[in-house]
T-cell receptor, first 118, second 114 residues
């Protein structure tokens, strides 16, 4: 168990458009989900933590208005990159935990979304 | 502050060679430690974990022991295969601003040659 599905896996779009990425926990309820960004050959950088039914907590330096996060149900969180520009091109990965924010359970990761902005 | 340091790669080995990827950490309190593996174009898969000192995590022939005295969690495998070629990330989970978050190492790329 503990499968996380991320969609789409790859998206190319024009500069100025908005892109929505979905993260679903398929076989468990995820009170807490995380969104990461990964640059080529680098480690994962945590962007934000989202809890079902409440506002996301963003890491320092991450623009809240640029990266909109919604966690409306226990199995779905979405990341919307608004008015995307070429510098937003990256690999975005989500993860989910079975229990809440204060639980030390492992995070389970999606397969990532490669975003390319032309 | 909390941090994870991994040996730099890439690591290139012949099939059936012994693998060690070093990982050391700095953390307040008692973190849990994890190894994740990332295959090209994919997300991260949990490989193994350890939640307290002297715990040994193991999976698919890989193992790592939580050494509090040396603040280390080195990944080992006795005989690597070509299919083990991937990037390996060491991570710790500890409370930051009241919530459990991961801190990742920079990743170590492993290439196994037939």
């Amino acid at each position: 168990g503990a499968v996380v599905s991320q969609h789409p896996s790859w998206v190319i779009c024009k500069s100025g458009t908005s892109v929505k990425i979905e993260c679903r926990s398929l076989d468990f309820q995820a009170t807490t989900m995380f969104w990461y960004r990964q640059f080529p050959k680098q480690s994962l950088m945590l962007m934000a933590t989202s809890n079902e039914g409440s506002k996301a907590t963003y890491e320092q330096g991450v623009e809240k208005d640029k990266f909109l996060i919604n966690h409306a149900s226990l199995t779905l969180s979405t990341l919307t990159v608004t008015s995307a520009h070429p510098e937003d091109s990256s690999f975005y990965i989500c993860s989910a935990k079975r229990d809440g924010l204060y639980s030390n359970q492992p995070q389970h990761f999606g397969d990532g979304t490669r975003l390319s902005i032309l | 502050g909390n941090s994870v340091t991994q040996m730099e790669g890439p690591v290139t080995l012949s099939e059936e060679a012994f693998l060690t990827i070093n990982c050391t950490y700095t953390a307040t309190g008692y973190p849990s430690l994890f190894w994740y593996v990332q295959y090209p174009g994919e997300g991260l898969q949990l490989l193994l974990k350890a939640t307290k000192a002297d715990d040994k995590g193991s999976n698919k022939g890989f193992e790592a022991t939580y050494r509090k005295e040396t603040t280390s969690f080195h990944l080992e495998k006795g005989s690597v295969q070509v299919s083990d070629s991937a990037v390996y990330f060491c991570a710790l989970s500890t409370v930051t601003s009241g919530t459990y978050k991961y801190i990742f190492g920079t990743g170590t790329r492993l290439k196994v040659l037939a």
